[in-house]
């Protein structure tokens, strides 16, 4: 069964950094491309980005809100995917899930973790 | 990037209805297209992709269909358990985008 855990969230003042983790089981960690979404309070889904597998790159793409700010990262050895964020703003409070992709579609996600960025 | 707009942003219905969702892309995106059903407090739960395939298990009340820019979810009879809130994405390029979600309510 496939399983990903987020972990690591909390409150954290603006311009203030966080990194939240999301472990993975069930399936060949190494093989898959990882994505992160957002979900502002109340709001709708906001693609955050995306790593490819090793063995296809291992690139990341961002959306523009993030881009220079977050850093997605995986650690294979440990099934595990990171999203690394500096300079956090305000803007940024949101539930953020990781998820599996198949192709670009999330096929599979996790329960997600609360993001508080706030004074 | 490529704009995803859903509409209506939400509609009441009964149970038996039959219910549609439509997604428009700002530009033509070859069927690359999930829709994606939300329940409160929870993930976000795959239901079509490729514009028309059926995710696993999910039930064949719910069919997708279009191409281009255009895109519809169909509920063919609604279900208790298929109040939520629904969204569009398109897979054609990064960065993804997300519709705006569309809250099916209970009338």
């Known amino acids: 069964e496939v399983q990903l855990v987020e972990s690591g969230g909390g409150l954290v003042k603006p311009g203030g950094s966080l990194r939240l983790s999301c472990a993975a089981s069930g399936f060949t960690f190494s093989n898959a491309w990882m994505s992160w979404v957002r979900q502002a309070p109340g709001k709708g889904l906001e693609w955050v980005g995306r790593i490819k597998s090793k063995a296809d790159g291992g690139t990341t793409d961002y959306a523009a809100p993030v881009k220079g700010r977050f850093t997605i990262s995986r650690d294979d050895s440990k099934t595990t995917l990171y999203l690394q964020m500096n300079s956090l703003k305000t803007e940024d409070t949101a539930v953020y899930y990781c998820s599996t992709l198949n192709v670009a579609y999330s096929n599979y996600w996790g329960q997600g973790t609360l993001v508080t960025v706030s004074s | 990037d490529i704009q995803m707009t859903q509409s209506p942003s939400s509609v009441s219905a009964s149970v038996g209805d039959r219910v549609t969702i439509t997604c428009q892309a700002s530009q033509g995106i070859n069927g690359w297209l999930a829709w994606y059903q939300q329940k409160p407090g929870k993930a976000p739960k795959l239901l079509i992709y490729a514009a028309s395939s059926l995710q696993s298990g999910v039930p064949s009340r719910f069919s997708g269909s279009g191409s281009g820019t255009d895109f519809t979810l169909t509920i063919s009879s609604l279900q208790p358990e298929d109040f939520a809130t629904y969204y569009c994405?398109?897979?054609?390029?990064?960065?993804?985008?997300f519709g705006g979600g569309t809250k099916v309510e209970i009338k």
């Open positions: 994405q398109q897979a054609n390029s990064f960065p993804l985008t």
